[in-house]
């Protein structure tokens, strides 16, 4: 009796996690891709959050199909919105994309972010992901070096690489903490507002 319990079950919580999974999947890399396009949504979170999740599945590989999915959506849409901003500004009329740059990237972060690329080059891409709010006038300031899109992703692949991991180390931490994952998503998000909330702090203290 306890066998025929225990198969009628275990299809069932099989299915849930996989479905899980198929939706999931595809749902984080739309979101991320979206959110590097037009930077309101909350992306760091979402990894986190999706990373907290994996850390409580049983289905093996889940935190490293975690990071592929955030790291490519992560490279797509900066591709994408470099390649814009470079039609932009060969453009006599411009483009709402290379506006939508230039509105998110103030005249004081942008002139921080053409001195540190000039001085370091490359290796500014990658700091520029992991900063809040850093990302944007670093791009800027590629764009208004006249970076093919070539080198500009040369630099940015490693830079999501780095991006998808210290959002996922955060979610692990918070899935470890807390045996229901609702209470780690809860952690994750809370601990990455917190850490986009501190430069804007720190600059208005300033």
């Known amino acids: ?6 198969s009628a079950i275990t299809p069932a919580s099989v299915v849930p996690e996989s479905t899980q999974q198929a939706i999931g999947y595809p749902t984080l890399f739309l979101l991320v891709l979206a959110g590097a396009l037009v930077p309101v949504i909350p992306t760091g979170a979402l990894v986190s959050s999706a990373a907290v999740v994996a850390v409580h599945r049983t289905a093996p590989f889940s935190l490293a199909m975690v990071f592929v999915t955030a790291s490519l959506a992560a490279f797509l849409g900066d591709a994408a919105l470099y390649w814009l901003g470079r039609r932009g500004l060969k453009s006599k009329n411009g483009s709402r994309w290379l506006e ?3 509105s998110r990237a103030p005249e004081d972060r942008l002139e921080q972010a053409q001195e540190k690329l000039a001085a370091h080059g490359v290796a500014v891409l990658v700091l520029s992901r ?3 709010a850093g990302r944007i006038p670093v791009m800027l300031a590629c764009l208004l070096a006249e970076w093919p899109i070539r080198r500009f992703a040369r630099g940015n692949f490693p830079a999501c690489l780095a991006w998808a991991v210290t959002y996922q180390l955060i979610g692990i931490l918070g899935g470890s903490l807390f045996d229901e994952p609702w209470q780690g998503v809860l952690a994750a998000i809370v601990l990455t507002v917190l850490i986009s909330a501190v430069p804007a702090v720190v600059r208005r203290v300033r």
């Open 1 to 6: 009796m306890p066998l025929l319990a225990a």
């Open 100 to 102: 939508a740059i230039r």
């Open 130 to 132: 992991l900063v809040p």
